[in-house]
């Protein structure tokens, strides 16, 4: 203490007071700035809620000014708009849809326009039920809001249809006929095989026991070309019944795989003076009952044929054995 009775003062500052400046207040941003950032919300807020003001005035001028009736209207929009968008952003637009079809087809069976008969013919390999879950006849279904054209392009969607009619009979008749496609034959392409009809259409891309019987037709777009090439080997029912396989050859000529293992190639023309020559050769010669691999009638005037390995090498030994006695004779 000094002699006035005072304490003395330290003379060292502490260590907290020796970081501030002398004379500067404490803490006087962090004091002042939460009030500065309050006003300015507020501002923001009030601008904001003046704008809104402002903009609900412009509104019920123009609503003031309307026709008598156009604020329901206009109302009516606005939900409908809501719901069809709360539809949409919430991913359920089919279901209300669905909704929407089921609530029509309700009203017009309650009036008399439910399906009450169905006459359907012309199905053999797609059955009853298919057809009418494909043209969307279904218990509910009216005849009045049936959509008859849309029925039938879903039914000819179906591979096995190639043409339909959907007729409707009011009040509540409906009649589906319908013409299939027939199995025509099995294609083989990159080796998959599928069951394919006379104009190329594939009927199923697997192939069932029953039509295992049908010619076979190989190569890309063998299965387009496949009715007129088989129309003319119908003609000449011994290959017709030798017949393995139709192989397609770079999309202009046929080759015949036999059951035996020939191989006849064909021109690209006049595919039917080639078999005639075959058939010929076949019948004076048993060309087909030789030990041969290939018979190559690609060229008009000649018929080339190629021996097995067996028949190449006996025939090369009945040479050598040939060259040997006409040596010895000579000598």
Do not use: C
């Amino acid at each position: 203490m000094d002699g006035g009775g005072r304490l003395d003062q330290p003379l060292t500052r502490s260590r907290q007071s020796a970081a501030k400046p002398v004379g500067a207040p404490h803490d006087e941003p962090s004091r002042t700035r939460a009030p500065v950032d309050r006003l300015r919300r507020g501002e923001n807020r009030f601008a904001a809620f003046a704008g809104y003001r402002r903009l609900t005035a412009r509104w019920a001028a123009i609503i003031a000014h309307l026709p008598r009736g156009a604020g329901v209207i206009g109302s009516i929009l606005l939900i409908a708009g809501a719901l069809v968008y709360g539809a949409v952003a919430g991913q359920h637009l089919p279901a209300v849809i669905d909704w929407t079809k089921d609530a029509r087809d309700i009203a017009a069976n309650a009036v008399g326009f439910r399906i009450a008969a169905i006459s359907l013919s012309g199905e053999k390999e797609v059955s009853r039920e298919e057809i009418l879950t494909t043209a969307g006849v279904t218990g509910r279904a009216s005849l009045l809001f049936l959509d008859a054209d849309a029925a039938r392009q879903r039914l000819l969607a179906n591979p096995w249809i190639a043409d339909a009619a959907v007729l409707k009979l009011y009040p509540n008749r409906l009649q589906i006929t319908i013409t299939e496609r027939h199995a025509f034959a099995l294609w083989q392409k990159n080796g998959r095989l599928s069951v394919i009809a006379d104009d190329g259409t594939v009927l199923e891309p697997f192939v069932e026991n029953r039509y295992l019987g049908l010619p076979l037709v190989v190569g890309r777009d063998a299965e387009r070309q496949a009715k007129d090439f088989l129309a003319v080997v119908d003609r000449y029912p011994d290959i017709r019944s030798a017949l393995r396989a139709s192989i397609l050859v770079a999309d202009r000529r046929w080759d015949l795989r036999l059951t035996n293992g020939i191989d006849v190639q064909l021109p690209e023309s006049d595919v039917a003076a080639a078999l005639d020559r075959l058939v010929g050769l076949d019948h004076d010669k048993k060309l087909l009952s030789r030990d041969i691999t290939v018979v190559d009638l690609r060229l008009p005037d000649r018929v080339t044929v190629r021996l097995s390995d067996a028949a190449a090498a006996a025939r090369d030994e009945a040479l050598k054995a040939t060259l040997k006695k006409k040596k010895g004779g000579d000598a």
